[in-house]
């Protein structure tokens, strides 16, 4: 586990090449998972389907699930749902490994579970069946049981939202507040409820209240090593916490009239932690306040700032300067 974990570091400080190299001399299946991985956390989708071919019969679960985030990519939503059922078996069966080749703790099935029910409700909404999957939460919560209750009640908040039932989602934010105080989970996720109440209030049109719970949470993970939270799971293709916050906290400015506000809080955010903050989702957001907010020619040159910056750093390859930088 050493290696996936230094190449995945390396591979998000500009190394990424000579990351996949040193995974793809080594034999061992995990660095194949990891391989997998970093190519899918880099948007190279055909590369990371070759990779995933090796993995279709692996025992490692993470394995088994990437096989299934590769094919969700590709669009193909019914076979991947067929493909994380499979997975749902084979965990309740208790015939899938961790990364280190162990049986699976407590902890690590619900997590994985967990993970199967967010990707499985990413199927739904994205073919517009909101109800399916608000349905499909609810069985789970039968089916998979107290530990996984606030990763289920954080997807039911997202789903009440989606649907514009605010008051609904208010009502699991007082539950997942239950559940964290009754002990009863394993894995709390401190900055996803923090972000979901931000989102909330959001939705709700409440955006200085959205905007408190952002800045706040931005201010929390300043004493947090952001990057050994990242890559402590190299498969977790979940967005770093501050860069979620950050591209919140600037639509928050935006909707309260301060379009030169939500520029500058992003411009600051990366350059606090460029090597971390500079994500194609925060990148692509800011420029498109530049293209709102200043003339042609002043956003080109913002655009190109930005690129030589990546260039500087060597992550340059994390973007596409047509989609991502709006060139």
């Known amino acids: 586990m050493e290696i996936v974990l230094e190449q995945s ?9 000579s990351a996949l190299d040193a995974l793809r001399a080594r034999p061992e299946e995990e660095c194949c998972i990891a391989q997998a991985a970093l190519l899918i956390r880099h948007n190279r989708f055909a590369e990371a389907s070759e990779v995933a071919e090796k993995l279709q019969n692996c025992r490692r679960v993470a394995g088994r699930v990437l096989c299934a985030v590769v094919v969700f990519e590709w669009e193909e939503k019914t076979t991947c749902m067929d493909m994380l059922y499979k997975v749902k078996d084979m965990l309740r069966s208790s015939s899938l490994l961790s990364m280190k080749g162990l049986p699976l703790t407590l902890e690590e099935s619900a997590y994985w579970n967990c993970r199967i029910l967010s990707l499985l409700v990413a199927c739904d909404a994205s073919s517009g069946k909101y109800t399916e999957a608000i349905k499909r939460c609810q069985e789970a919560m039968v089916d998979l049981g107290a530990t996984c209750w606030f990763g289920i009640h954080l997807e039911l908040v997202r789903l009440s939202v989606q649907v514009g039932d605010i008051e609904g989602a208010r009502k699991f934010l007082l539950r997942l ?10 894995r709390v996720d401190a900055n996803a409820l923090q972000i979901a109440r931000g989102i909330v209030e959001f939705a709700d049109s409440k955006y200085n209240v959205a905007y408190r719970i952002f800045e706040q ?11 050994d939270a990242y890559f402590e799971n190299v498969f977790d293709m979940q967005i770093p916490p501050e860069v979620t916050a950050c591209n919140n906290l600037a639509l928050c400015s935006l909707n309260l009239c301060d379009l030169n506000g939500a520029i500058l809080l992003i411009e600051q955010c990366i350059k606090k932690n460029p090597r971390t903050n ?15 907010a200043r003339s042609r020619e002043e956003s080109r040159l913002a655009k190109e700032s930005l690129q030589r910056l990546a260039e500087k750093m ?8 047509k989609t991502d930088l709006r060139m």
């Not at 570091?9 to 090449?17: C, D, I």
């Open 9 to 17: 570091r390396r591979s998000w400080e500009g190394h990424l090449e």
């Open 314 to 321: 060597g992550i340059s390859s994390r973007f596409d300067a």
């Open 177 to 186: 507040d239950s559940i964290v105080e009754s002990g009863s989970v394993i």
């Open 217 to 227: 949470m931005i201010s929390d993970l300043e004493s947090v090593e952001i990057e």
């Open 278 to 292: 500079l994500h194609p989702s925060l990148v692509f957001n800011l420029c498109t306040l530049y293209d709102l």
